[in-house]
């Protein structure tokens, strides 16, 4: 799910140690070329999507690959390496991103705390590790549409264009990603949100308590009713096409919102809908994910403990296809998905990835 922005945010810093075991896979199964991290014995190592090992354990900290690169660390400073494990650009950094064409950013700590707000000097680099730009900003954002959500200060947010041109200066307390060309943004605290086009310009009024990404045409926002607050989605003229009377509506996905529906027993849930608001998927689950590759994920108490509640899988059709067994899902990209299962202190103890019977590819330990 795309980045939704609140006027008021609570912060959970979520650190993890995962461990994972490979399961047999079949020997004449194919990969879909994606790579996905896991840990094993204390070491990082890559995986495809039939739970092969193809890049064997032996980094610290291994990140999604973009563009063919993937974010690696070692002895605590973090270079790139290629699909075949080979490093393309040697550990050097204290900090780096992934690559968006051709740039990634990458570090230079200011302290030992790793929780300090602004803990490193941001530069970018080219492929070839090539500095472009010198460590300037304290915050930054992904490369999204051409342009990136940058502060040099720490308190007000700019993007800067791949050639590192302040194109919007620094003027917004919060704002996001640009996506189908709009970005939400709010030029002081507690005052509401509105959509920039890329000159800066507000057009789409500020008028939301909360503000999502574009989607399909779509952006989730929370509007002031006279009855409260509540959630709807707008279009890019910022005109309602589903009005502000749900209690949550997630990003516009495979043609279906996610929304939330008070209950003939007082009670909240979650369950789709479609552009004319007609209920597809009845408001039975405690919460839901948007669609991705024709499946959803979506939390009901867990049957073998029914106090305490777990994330399973739904099909387009309602259908509940993977049972709720699981503490944290990832959406399935190309077939696969990666769970986790936490302790009571929300420390990932497990992870692992999943195909889309439910079968694991990697198993947790």
Do not use: H
Request: charged fraction near 25%; hydrophobic fraction near 35%; proline fraction near 6%.
């Amino acid at each position: 799910m795309r980045r939704i922005a609140f006027i008021c945010l609570g912060i959970i810093l979520i650190s993890f140690i995962s461990s994972c075991k490979l399961a047999s896979p079949s020997e004449n199964q194919e990969t879909n070329g994606t790579l996905y991290p896991v840990y094993m014995n204390g070491k990082y190592g890559y995986i495809d999507s039939n739970g092969k090992i193809i890049i064997k354990p032996q980094f610290d900290d291994a990140q999604d690959f973009f563009e063919g690169l993937a974010v690696v660390y070692k002895n605590g400073l973090a270079g790139f390496i290629d699909q075949s494990g080979e490093f393309v650009i040697e550990p050097q950094f204290d900090y780096a991103g992934s690559f968006y064409n051709g740039i990634a950013d990458f570090g230079i700590s200011r302290g030992k705390d790793p929780y300090k707000p602004f803990n490193y000097i941001i530069g970018y680099i080219d492929i070839n590790g090539k500095v472009l730009k010198e460590p300037t900003y304290m915050f930054i954002q992904s490369f999204s549409e051409g342009l990136a959500q940058v502060s040099i200060t720490g308190e007000r947010y700019g993007y800067i264009d791949t050639e590192f041109n302040m194109v919007i200066e620094e003027k917004f307390v919060s704002s996001g990603n640009f996506y189908e060309g709009l970005a939400f943004a709010r030029l002081d605290d507690l005052e509401p949100y509105g959509y920039i086009d890329r000159t800066g310009e507000f057009v789409i009024p500020p008028k939301f308590y909360s503000a999502g990404d574009f989607s399909n045409g779509y952006a989730s926002v929370m509007y002031r009713t006279e009855s409260g607050l509540f959630w709807g989605s707008i279009n890019k003229e910022g005109e309602f096409v589903i009005p502000p009377k749900y209690y949550g509506v997630w990003e516009y996905s495979e043609g279906l919102f996610g929304a939330g529906i008070k209950c003939e027993d007082g009670e909240t849930r979650f369950g789709f809908i479609d552009i004319n608001e007609n209920i597809i998927i009845p408001p039975v689950y405690e919460e839901v994910e948007p669609f991705s590759e024709g499946m959803a994920a979506v939390k009901l108490p867990d049957p073998n403990n029914p106090d305490e509640s777990k994330w399973g899988y739904i099909n387009k059709n309602g259908e509940l296809v993977i049972q709720p067994q699981f503490d944290n899902v990832e959406p399935f990209k190309d077939g696969v998905a990666r769970v986790r299962f936490l302790d009571y202190e929300r420390r990932i103890l497990k992870e692992g990835y999943i195909n889309k019977e439910g079968e694991y590819i990697w198993e947790p330990t």
